[in-house]
């Protein structure tokens, strides 16, 4: 009896053992599993903190290397000239402050009313200027029921959207880039907007999908690739959406994006009132080169319950329509021959058609000529607030009822239609010339805000900031017309520049006050609208130092306000510590700019000291290695002469695994960076601490 307990007891350890081997077998292949998938995310972290780290180093030789072509093309034509100097450097350098702005982790969410056709316009404008005389077809395909006024980021979804189209434009070179917006999941005023980006292009396998968001440095041309799509991803994880990739080799690549917003106005479906009735229900008429670009416009014509054809050029022009039968006819404006012209000129003489000329923003040409056949032209992409103007615009009717906001004030004799001319050699130091301007700076973007802050801090010009157009009213009214000047933005939060300047001259005692507006879109449908709120003249972004000073030229009144100050004396800086001209050159010769990466320098390493020691302490060296990496990139683009060598001495240490040495350098750290500070902090006029 004994003996059989025994083997029972044997055979239940043998059974026991075995369950024991498996689960342990099974629980070390789950955490070799787990394992491989923390190895792979922190690979990817790691990927993407390298490269946060690395891009002020690259950017510095980018910079150099600019910097060189600069000097070359001295010799060369102007044109050339400005090419270099101008998107080089400046795209630089909005990296660069883009860079530290993350690095000292200031992007914020915003939750504001805005304008969603205004981004629109903004993207557009940006992207079309910066790919100018690209064949892409880009389209806005816009749902009907997309809310013309939103409560979310206006910002940030500008960067969002901006960033992708670059990308896709800077893939392809023909084809189109579709931007698609809809809208999901209404409940009471929460919504969720998708913005669907795709293109025609190669498509992505695997692998390029894997990395799509890594950004990736180029030693060979000097260039990054994914670091708009990087900030992107960031963006939209920020503003708690979604962003989904699907691309096919050979078909193509698409981003679907979903942001929460809020509806200023869920009870309202009509987004886009028309003034009076006769303008609804119109026959419209549409041939375009691109098919799917006029359904696009179709959808946006249909909202006004218009009822259109749609045919593409080649169907144009193999069969000539009969038009006589429609009240708008849009026609691309390549289709304006001399047939095409002669037929609607005999159209014309008998009843009252509207002609629109299509154009492309990437591909128009501001000297191109329009035949007087035409009445308008109509640039794409459109949105649907464009679409609304457009139908207002093309009909002059005595009984459209228009409020006193709509009213066009009568125009100042200091009105400038054209664009600003450049003037040349302009410092920081030329705008003591308007010492005494009391200027009010109406501008959303926080960057934007301090670069002219920083051109204009030694100018002696009283300088006041608003936010937004409903803070810039308050604050003129405030201030009882004292204000010289205002510079105003056109999309912005809370109220746009358009609405902010209409009620700026409800009141008359304002009619004398100079408005200029700052704006990405200088259409001439754009040009229309910021003349007809009232403002005076425009400026194109990005800021112009030379246009920024004609325009204080053209409304600088003397007056008793306005003091005469003795020049002060240059104020000179040790070229060992901070080669302030050399730090302004990479800076796009810009100074304000370069005022701002210095303070951007200051809030993300000037207390970097003692991070440095800790990481010696810890013998953290492949974070030591990553901030070499950053200070010398960055000691270099400022001009830190003396850091940047000690930077180098430090890593290369860390390169050849001399890390015993490191401790030597703790205090020679602190002593260089100290200096800089100082003289950083002497350069900017500030106290230093």
């Known amino acids: 009896m004994d003996t059989l307990w025994v083997w029972v007891a044997l055979f239940a350890l043998g059974i026991l053992g075995i369950l024991i081997r498996f689960f342990s077998a099974k629980q070390a292949k789950i955490e070799k599993m787990y394992e491989k998938m923390l190895q792979k995310q922190q690979e990817i972290e790691r990927s993407q903190s390298l490269f946060l780290a690395n891009i002020s180093e690259n950017i510095h030789e980018i910079i150099e290397k600019s910097y060189k072509e600069t000097t070359t093309c001295k010799e060369e034509q102007p044109a050339i000239r400005e090419m270099v100097k101008g998107k080089k450097l400046l795209d630089v350098t909005h990296d660069l402050i883009e860079f530290?702005?993350?690095?000292?982790?200031?992007?914020?969410?915003?939750?504001?009313?805005?304008?969603?056709?205004?981004?629109?316009?903004?993207?557009?404008?940006?992207?079309?200027?910066?790919?100018?005389?690209?064949?892409?077809?880009?389209?806005?395909?816009?749902d009907n029921n997309i809310p013309r006024y939103l409560i979310g980021d206006l910002l940030n979804l500008e960067k969002v959207l901006r960033h992708l189209l670059e990308y896709f434009l800077q893939e392809n070179s023909q084809g189109e880039i579709k931007l698609e917006i809809a809208m999901f999941g209404n409940y009471e005023e929460k919504i969720q907007l998708q913005f669907k980006l795709s293109d025609m292009g190669e498509g992505l396998d695997a692998k390029a999908m894997e990395s799509l968001f890594i950004p990736v440095y180029n030693e060979e041309n000097k260039e990054?690739?994914?670091?708009?799509?990087?900030?992107?991803?960031?963006?939209?994880?920020?503003?708690?959406?979604?962003?989904?990739?699907?691309?096919?080799?050979?078909?193509?690549?698409?981003?679907?994006?979903?942001?929460?917003?809020?509806?200023?106005?869920?009870?309202?479906?009509?987004?886009?009132?028309?003034?009076?009735?006769?303008?609804?229900?119109?026959?419209?008429?549409?041939a375009d080169r691109n098919y799917n670009s006029a359904l696009a416009l179709k959808k946006m014509f249909a909202y006004f319950r218009h009822d259109v054809k749609v045919v593409n050029k080649e169907e144009f022009l193999a069969h000539k329509p009969d038009l006589k039968a429609y009240d708008i006819v849009i026609l691309d404006l390549s289709l304006f021959q001399a047939k095409t012209v002669a037929y609607l000129e005999k159209i014309k003489k008998e009843k009252d058609l509207k002609v629109v000329a299509l154009d492309s923003l990437l591909e128009r040409e501001e000297s191109r000529n329009t035949?007087?056949?035409?009445?308008?032209?109509?640039?794409?992409?459109?949105?649907?607030?464009?679409?609304?103007?457009?139908?207002?615009?093309?009909?002059?009717?005595?009984?459209?009822?228009?409020?006193?906001?709509?009213?066009?004030?009568q125009e100042h004799e200091l009105t400038h239609r054209t664009d600003i001319i450049e003037t040349t050699n302009v410092s920081q130091q030329s705008f003591r010339d308007f010492s005494g301007m009391q200027l009010l700076i109406v501008e959303d973007d926080e960057i934007n805000q301090k670069v002219l802050l920083n051109i204009l801090k030694i100018s002696g010009i009283e300088v006041s900031v608003a936010n937004n157009g409903r803070e810039a009213v308050e604050i003129i009214k405030e201030k009882d017309g004292s204000f010289d000047l205002v510079l105003m933005d056109i999309n912005m939060p809370v109220m746009d520049g358009y609405t902010a300047t209409q009620m700026i001259r409800l009141e008359s005692e304002f009619n004398e006050l100079p408005i200029v507006a700052f704006t990405a879109l200088a259409l001439e449908s754009e040009k229309e609208k910021i003349f007809n709120s009232g403002m005076n003249a425009y400026l194109t972004k990005p800021i112009n130092i030379g246009k920024l000073y004609t325009v204080f030229k053209m409304y600088h009144r003397l007056s008793s306000k306005q003091k005469v100050t003795a020049t002060p004396q240059r104020r000179t800086f040790s070229k060992d510590i901070l080669d302030v001209e050399k730090g302004i050159v990479y800076a796009n010769r810009n100074e304000g700019f370069y005022m701002e990466i210095l303070q951007e320098f200051l809030d993300a390493y000037g207390q970097s000291t003692e991070v440095f020691a800790k990481l010696i302490r810890e013998h953290r060296y492949e974070q030591i290695k990553m901030l070499c990496i950053d200070m010398k990139g960055l000691s270099g683009t400022i001009g830190a002469k003396e850091m940047f060598g000690l930077i180098i001495e430090i890593h290369q240490k860390v390169l050849y695994h001399q890390e015993d040495m490191l401790v030597n350098y703790v205090d020679a750290y602190g002593k260089a960076l100290r200096k800089l500070t100082d003289e950083i902090h002497r350069y900017l006029n500030m106290p230093s601490t």
């Open 224 to 286: 990054y690739s994914g670091l708009g799509l990087f900030v992107a991803k960031e963006l939209i994880t920020m503003m708690q959406g979604e962003l989904a990739v699907h691309s096919v080799v050979g078909k193509g690549t698409s981003f679907t994006i979903s942001l929460p917003f809020e509806m200023l106005d869920p009870k309202n479906r009509r987004n886009y009132r028309l003034p009076d009735k006769v303008l609804t229900a119109k026959k419209v008429f549409i």
């Open 371 to 409: 035949d007087a056949v035409i009445d308008r032209v109509l640039i794409k992409p459109a949105n649907q607030e464009r679409i609304f103007e457009l139908i207002v615009n093309l009909y002059t009717l005595k009984q459209i009822r228009k409020t006193p906001v709509e009213e066009i004030p």
């Open 100 to 142: 530290l702005r993350l690095k000292s982790k200031k992007v914020q969410v915003s939750h504001e009313k805005f304008n969603l056709n205004n981004v629109l316009n903004e993207v557009s404008g940006t992207v079309c200027t910066r790919f100018k005389g690209s064949p892409v077809e880009l389209i806005f395909d816009i």
